[in-house]
């Protein structure tokens, strides 16, 4: 979880056409496209994020929205936790009746922080396929943005090739639990230096 008590940010991730969206949307009537508004801010913020898209400059520029305020990430076992009791997603859930949810599972510390989840995914897919089942939630969108070898002073910072496919399985075990569920999964990542996975390729032609 990466909560962000500082000014709003709200990225668009557009994977396709805006779509207007009349009413809360079920999470089984998927559109053929869809935008998501990726927003992380304190949740006191969340209002002026949904008017801005409501009814504001934005308006019907998006049909989905994901939020990284609703769990915390534990990677001693690889686990999640709602430590609101529900709050926060009670929340979620008025504020943003309007849109496709899609809870957004962060993570940005050294890569060595994901290595249990990848030995044993089996409680943290079991709790987002409940809750997006509970909550009708559209699917589940992950960020796991990892240290790099931008500190080569630290190689435990360097996401291998090998955990690149440790993600790459997570992923897909995730969305095969998801899918039988018909929810789908979405990832946020990037393939330049910053939050990259695999090996860093640096202008002298080595790499870490």
């Given at each position: 979880?990466?909560?962000?008590?500082?000014p709003l940010?709200?990225?668009?991730?557009?994977?396709?056409?805006?779509?207007?969206?009349?009413?809360?949307?079920?999470?089984?009537?998927?559109?053929?496209?869809?935008?998501?508004?990726?927003?992380?801010?304190?949740?006191?913020?969340?209002?002026?994020?949904?008017?801005f898209l409501?009814?504001?400059?934005?308006?019907?520029?998006?049909?989905?929205?994901?939020?990284?305020?609703?769990?915390?990430?534990?990677?001693?076992?690889?686990?999640?936790?709602?430590?609101?009791?529900?709050?926060?997603?009670?929340?979620?859930?008025?504020?943003?009746?309007?849109?496709?949810?899609?809870?957004?599972?962060?993570?940005?510390?050294?890569?060595?922080?994901?290595?249990?989840?990848?030995?044993?995914?089996?409680?943290?897919?079991?709790?987002?396929?409940?809750?997006?089942?509970?909550?009708?939630?559209?699917?589940?969108?992950?960020?796991?943005?990892?240290?790099?070898?931008?500190?080569?002073?630290?190689?435990?910072?360097?996401?291998?090739?090998?955990?690149?496919?440790?993600?790459?399985?997570?992923?897909?075990?995730?969305g095969a639990?998801?899918?039988?569920?018909?929810?789908?999964?979405?990832?946020?990542?990037?393939?330049?230096?910053?939050?990259?996975?695999?090996?860093?390729?640096?202008?002298?032609?080595?790499?870490?």
């Open positions: 979880m990466r909560a962000r008590a500082g940010l709200v990225a668009a991730i557009v994977v396709g056409m805006p779509l207007a969206v009349e009413g809360r949307p079920r999470a089984t009537d998927r559109p053929a496209r869809t935008v998501m508004a990726w927003v992380s801010t304190d949740p006191a913020n969340w209002p002026t994020c949904r008017d409501t009814t504001g400059a934005a308006k019907g520029t998006v049909n989905a929205i994901s939020i990284d305020n609703l769990y915390t990430f534990h990677p001693e076992n690889g686990t999640l936790s709602r430590d609101d009791g529900g709050a926060t997603i009670a929340a979620q859930q008025k504020i943003w009746s309007d849109f496709r949810l899609y809870p957004m599972i962060g993570y940005g510390g050294n890569v060595t922080g994901l290595h249990q989840l990848f030995a044993a995914p089996e409680a943290f897919i079991a709790t987002l396929v409940k809750d997006a089942v509970e909550f009708d939630w559209a699917g589940i969108n992950i960020d796991f943005e990892p240290s790099t070898n931008m500190d080569d002073s630290d190689p435990r910072s360097n996401p291998s090739i090998d955990d690149a496919v440790a993600l790459a399985v997570l992923l897909d075990k995730l639990a998801l899918h039988a569920a018909n929810k789908t999964v979405s990832v946020d990542t990037m393939s330049a230096q910053g939050a990259c996975w695999g090996q860093w390729h640096h202008a002298d032609g080595s790499h870490g």
